[in-house]
């Protein structure tokens, strides 16, 4: 079985409206567990119904949030570009930093899965006497290497996929460039929906190349799809606006326990940057999974997530004081 029993949240709310965001955010479980903060991909991908299960409810005090912008935060980017406004990563941090203080928790364990896992690091790098543990899957860091690649070197694996791409953002040079090529097109009112439908076609390409992987039904759907390509261009344009780059970092967080899991071939997340963020962390384990999956419901990553799960529940003490 790859996901545990589904079970109903305990509490759902929004965090006390910010600079004009009421962000979402839920809680699984057994209140009085270690607790688990629970980062979705993207950005702007929004929380599944299906992630909590990664996590064993019996054990873990399981919190989950979604983004400004996404999901069911509000506003949400694909009725308005104001989701926009004051939504960068370290708006991110402190809206975490709000949710953990509300909920009364000292400590968690953090994961994050793609863009999760780069949010899951600043996070940890800005408060790092809050984080327990990682588990990061489909690891990234959101760097230069990495919007290029996915955006541009990626595209050496599926040429026929990336000149449809690239057709519809001609200006756009390949990589960061194409980020803000969309993102011009997104933020205006007439071709907007069809950048998104360009944009969303790509990253299902990319996503969809192991056989295993399930197709993201989302990205038809023509508000996900504009709010989560207007966020994902907003962020990956400026990567992530972090400021020295995460993996230049790594070495301040040796002594954190962490789960680092990743395909070998994964084209939307290369696995050198788990293996050169696992380098900078000897406590971490680098798990590597066969083939090209990137998805973290399905097969075994899915089965490696739950793993660490499981590991960390019976490794750390309850987290609230």
């Known amino acids: 079985m790859a996901l545990f029993d ?12 910010l600079d004009g ?21 993207g950005p702007g991908g929004g929380m599944s119904e299906r992630s909590p299960r990664l996590f064993d409810p019996a054990s873990w005090h399981i919190v989950t949030m979604d983004q400004r912008g996404s999901g069911r935060s509000r506003p949400h980017a694909g009725d308005t570009v104001d989701a926009l406004e004051a939504n960068t990563t370290g708006d991110l941090i402190a809206d975490i930093e709000r949710l953990r203080i509300s909920l009364g928790v000292e400590r968690w364990s953090v994961f994050g899965a793609s863009w999760g896992a780069t949010l899951a690091q600043a996070y940890a790098h800005a408060h790092p006497e809050r984080v327990a543990g990682l588990i990061l899957a489909s690891v990234t860091s959101t760097s230069r290497f990495e919007i290029d690649n996915l955006y541009g070197g990626a595209g050496a694996f599926l040429p026929e996929a990336f000149d449809r791409f690239r057709r519809f953002a001609p200006e756009g040079s390949p990589g960061v460039g194409m980020a803000e090529a969309y993102f011009q097109r997104l933020i205006a009112p007439d071709p907007a929906q069809n950048a998104a439908a360009a944009w969303c076609a790509w990253e299902a390409a990319v996503l969809e190349v192991d056989a295993r992987a399930e197709p993201s ?5 023509p508000r996900f799809a504009l709010g989560f390509a207007r966020v994902v261009t907003h962020y990956f344009r400026a990567l992530a606006w972090l400021t020295p780059p995460l993996l230049e970092r790594a070495a301040e967080l040796p002594d954190v326990p962490a789960v680092l899991i990743n395909s070998r071939m994964d084209l ?15 406590q971490s384990e680098l798990v590597v999974i066969p083939g090209h999956l990137h998805g973290t419901l399905y097969g075994p990553l899915s089965e490696a997530i739950r793993a660490a799960g499981v590991e960390f529940a019976a490794r750390f003490k309850t987290t609230r004081p």
């Open 217 to 221: 039904g989302r990205f038809l759907e």
């Open 268 to 282: 939307s997340c290369p696995l050198s940057t788990a293996w050169r963020l696992h380098q900078a962390m000897p």
């Open 21 to 41: 965001h009421s962000v979402f955010w839920e809680e699984f479980g057994t209140r009085g567990g270690p607790a688990v903060l629970m980062l979705h991909g």
């Open 6 to 17: 589904a079970t109903p949240a305990l509490r759902s709310a929004f965090l006390p409206e």
